[in-house]
């Protein structure tokens, strides 16, 4: 996936963040967050390397919420106990979605983790009222940045909602540029996370970018001399974009098999 020099790169980056009291923070010297600590734990998970540390446990256990706050913020916490093994704390996490009504769901970012936290915990997926209509609002015609198309292909599929394959492919390998990356929409400047939703997008439909090498190139022009990769080229590396790339790495590497 990527040259042994860059992983120990990485994952020095990585561990450059760990707060002394537990858990991720970037940038420095800030308290360690959720979404950090993910973004963290994920990246070293995927590099093979272990990691154990009783501090950032009892972080996560204070940070585990009484109801749900945030849906993003829930599935992160799952990944983040499923990583280090935390005992109990995915039956406390699914209690608490339990507790949660769907029919509440308006926006699109907490349907999306709604289905994958339900599918996660292995619990039943009952389709509630509102979301067909939450969904008909979303149209090839009108899905414009890939971070939507993303959402709402991954939605529909584990939902079995009719949508536009097709178009949306043709949309997303369009939105490819010449130097590999992908834009928001075609015609739009590349970024990191642009490859990252479009690759995840084409992956749920068993699509390929329509120039894999040039994406796997733009992904590796994003890494930093320090460690890292950041948003494009010679941009600041971040937690979140190295997240990004390992996984967008990850899923180019199926992509080329196939």
């Not at 972080?59 to 106990?81: A, D, G, M, N, T």
């Not at 068993?206 to 460690?227: H, L, Q, T, W, Y």
Request: hydrophobic content about 35%; some cysteine; glycine content about 8%.
């Amino acid at each position: 996936m990527i040259e042994e020099d860059e992983r120990r790169g990485l994952s020095d980056f990585v561990f450059s963040m760990e707060n002394p009291s537990g858990g991720f923070n970037f940038p420095r010297d800030t308290p360690a967050s959720i979404e950090e600590t993910y973004f963290s734990l994920m990246i070293l998970s995927r590099l093979g390397i272990p990691y154990s540390n009783p501090k950032t446990n009892r972080y996560v256990e204070r940070v585990i919420p009484k109801r749900v706050v945030s849906l993003k913020h829930l599935f992160q916490l799952l990944s983040i106990c499923d990583i280090i093994s935390i005992k109990g704390k995915t039956e406390r996490i699914g209690r608490i979605l339990r507790t949660f009504e769907p029919d509440r769901i308006s926006l699109l970012s907490d349907l999306y983790y709604f289905v994958l936290l339900t599918e996660r915990l292995g619990l039943e997926l009952k389709v509630a009222r509102g979301w067909e209509q939450l969904l008909s609002g979303y149209t090839s015609r009108r899905l414009k940045p890939l971070s939507i198309c993303h959402k709402y292909i991954t939605v529909c599929k584990k939902i079995e909602a009719d949508f536009d394959k097709e178009g949306l492919i043709d949309w997303m390998q369009k939105s490819q540029n010449p130097d590999g990356g992908l834009g928001f929409f075609p015609g739009t400047t590349s970024f990191l996370e642009n490859v990252w939703y479009g690759l995840k997008g084409l992956k749920e439909m068993d699509a390929k970018p329509s120039d894999a090498e040039g994406c796997r190139r733009f992904i590796m022009s994003c890494s930093s001399r320090i460690g890292g990769f950041g948003r494009q080229n010679l941009a600041l590396p971040t937690l979140e974009y190295s997240f990004m790339a390992i996984d967008s790495l990850e899923i180019l590497r199926d992509m080329m098999r196939r």
